[in-house]
Each structure stands twice: as C-alpha cells, then as structure tokens.
C-alpha cells in the first residue's frame, strides 16, 4: 500500500496561482499512472489531470493553466495551478495505480475568491 498526503492548497484570489504537492509514503519509480482529480461539495468529483509515463493529460477547462509533474527523487507528484478561477474551489486530491488498485490521499483544499 501506499499513503499519499495532500499539500499546498489555501486561499488565493481569482487569478492567483497555487501548486499542490502530493508526498508518497513509498517510491513512485515504479508507478505508471497518477492524477488528480477535484471535488466541490454536492458536486461530483472530477479528473482534472493525469501523467501516465511521461504522457500528460488535463480536462479542457484547465489546458494551458495547469501542470502535473512528478519527481521520483523526492516521491511527489506535483499540480501547478496557475489563473485560478472561482469554479476551481474544490477539494483536491492525488491518485496513484498500483497493481490496478487506486489509492488517494486525504485532499487539500482550494478556495478561489474575488
């Protein structure tokens, strides 16, 4: 198993940028497929962005805006976040693969305000 604990979220104005770390209790080397995904209260949660190898993936409403990398020495995966929008308030939280299984951590929240 793995623990994955959340970082780097706060409150910051519309416009703003934060970037959101995720620390693995154990090596991501090996680790193929990693996320991120949002959820906002009475609201599903939705994927915001994933790496799978060195492939990178983001929902639409991010392009452009947002970065997820990794960093295999420091076993983080990492979510730059930059000209946040007020409909990006959420909760974020990371997801890792290992052996088709799905592990989260416990989020970090994102408030963007005007």
């Known amino acids: 198993q793995v623990q994955l604990v959340e970082s780097g979220g706060g409150l910051v104005q519309v416009g703003g940028s934060l970037r959101l770390s995720c620390s693995a209790s154990?090596?991501?080397?090996?680790?193929?497929?990693m996320g991120w995904y949002s959820q906002a209260p009475g609201k599903q949660r939705e994927l915001v962005a994933t790496?799978?190898?060195?492939?990178?993936n983001y929902a639409d409403s991010v392009k452009g805006r947002f970065t997820i990398s990794r960093d295999n020495a420091k076993d983080t995966v990492y979510l730059q976040m930059n000209s946040l929008k007020p409909e990006e308030t959420a909760g974020y939280y990371c997801?890792?693969?290992?052996?088709?299984?799905?592990?989260w951590g416990q989020g970090t929240q994102v408030t963007v305000y005007s």
């Open positions: 997801y890792v693969v290992i052996n088709s299984r799905y592990y």
């Open positions: 154990r090596s991501i080397f090996g680790i193929y497929h």
């Open positions: 790496i799978s190898g060195g492939t990178t």
